[in-house]
């Protein structure tokens, strides 16, 4: 097994993995929390991993946590590794859903647990064990907020869409990614039980970044192009990629001060431009007047509910039937969003909400 040094992006170790109170006494260990992500220089996994700093802190919890850097192989040497050396109950965020099936064979037949967030498990993945959970937030609802934040604004602005006939340029994140399929799905499903005919004018797979959304958007807008009546963006750095585009191109309410909403439409773009995640960016344009709205993605909660799964596996031997210091425990209803299909494990997927978030 190649050495788990090599691929270690970030690591930390909350409190001491051995107690020594005398040289002739006996040494005693400090269980530990083993965190696996897919990378960490993503916005939201970034933030998710501060939260969980702080929820381990706060309860006195050790955690020791690597990035594979979106490579599956290392992530899986990483978890082999770390089970060596007997760590048995882990928070992940999964290189993909198609990978959690073989981290929760591994842990499970060691008799350990796991929390997976952000990256969906498959189904399969939580069958393997009950001390297997999905901790995280429907992404179908994220693309429904978004939804209902459009009808609200248009309801609020009919001259800006003609009748029921809705533009829309739409900007994906990481295709295959559970976010990138359900939150589409969500605003397409959304907006048509709103009665919305929706016309994509552009799509793009901007891979949640920002500087790549802006660079697809700034030729698109710089050639022929259709008529649009909103930018929806799957993450905030998408949608503040596309508003730095639409800003630099002119499409501003006053060109000079691109921050005034001189017609009082809650934007100073000529039209609505929505993300998702409540970022502190996408927080800050928003009050400049630029990007309309967003969903909270609450990564702190999802870390938080996470690490409080599996150290009440590592305490009491399971999570069954539990509700988290938050609130929240298992899912009681399935849906049309896996891992939520099957009722053989929607006891073990804890829901985080999204919350809409505008002016």
């Not at 799509?203 to 022929?224: C, K, T, V």
């Not at 750095?237 to 809650?266: I, W």
């Not at 800050?284 to 870390?303: C, E, P």
């Not at 039937?321 to 009722?343: F, H, Q, V, W």
């Amino acid at each position: 097994m190649k050495k788990i040094g090599k691929y270690i992006g970030t690591s930390f170790v909350l409190a001491a993995l051995l107690l020594c109170t005398g040289c002739n006494k006996k040494v005693e260990k400090k269980e530990v929390i083993g965190v696996l992500l897919r990378n960490d220089n993503d916005l939201f996994i970034a933030t998710y991993k501060d939260g969980l700093i702080k929820a381990a802190e706060e309860n006195e919890i050790t955690i020791q946590a690597y990035s594979a850097n979106n490579d599956a192989a290392i992530q899986i040497d990483q978890l082999k590794t770390m089970l060596l050396n007997g760590v048995r109950h882990f928070v992940i965020i999964a290189y993909n859903t198609d990978l959690t099936e073989q981290m929760a064979k591994i842990i499970n037949s060691q008799g350990g647990s796991a929390a997976f967030s952000n990256v969906i498990p498959s189904v399969d993945a939580l069958k393997v064990g009950k001390n297997l959970f999905y901790a995280s937030s429907p992404e179908t609802d994220a693309g429904n907020f978004q939804a209902q934040i459009i009808d609200g604004y248009f309801k609020k602005n009919p001259s800006k869409i003609n009748g029921k006939n809705l533009n829309v340029v739409y900007f994906n994140g990481e295709y295959g990614h559970p976010g990138q399929i359900y939150r589409k799905l969500g605003v397409m499903e959304g907006l048509a039980k709103l009665g919305y005919n929706v016309n994509v004018v552009a799509e793009f797979g901007a891979n949640w970044n920002l500087d790549s959304a802006r660079q697809y958007l700034s030729l698109w807008l710089e050639g022929n192009h259709p008529d649009f009546d909103v930018v929806i963006a799957q993450n905030d750095e998408m949608a503040l990629g596309a508003v730095e585009a639409l800003v630099s191109h002119g499409f501003v309410d006053n060109p000079s001060n691109p921050a005034q909403d001189l017609d009082g439409d809650g934007t100073a773009l000529y039209v609505p431009v929505l993300g998702v995640d409540a970022t502190e960016g996408g927080k800050a344009s928003m009050q400049k007047n630029q990007m309309y709205g967003t969903v909270l993605q609450d990564a702190n909660a999802q870390a938080a509910t996470a690490l409080e799964l599996v150290w009440q596996c590592l305490k009491n031997g399971t999570a069954q039937g539990y509700t988290t210091k938050g609130g929240i425990s298992a899912a009681k209803e399935t849906t049309r969003e896996a891992p939520l299909t099957d009722r053989a494990v929607i006891d073990q997927c804890f829901i985080v909400p999204f919350v809409p978030v505008t002016k």
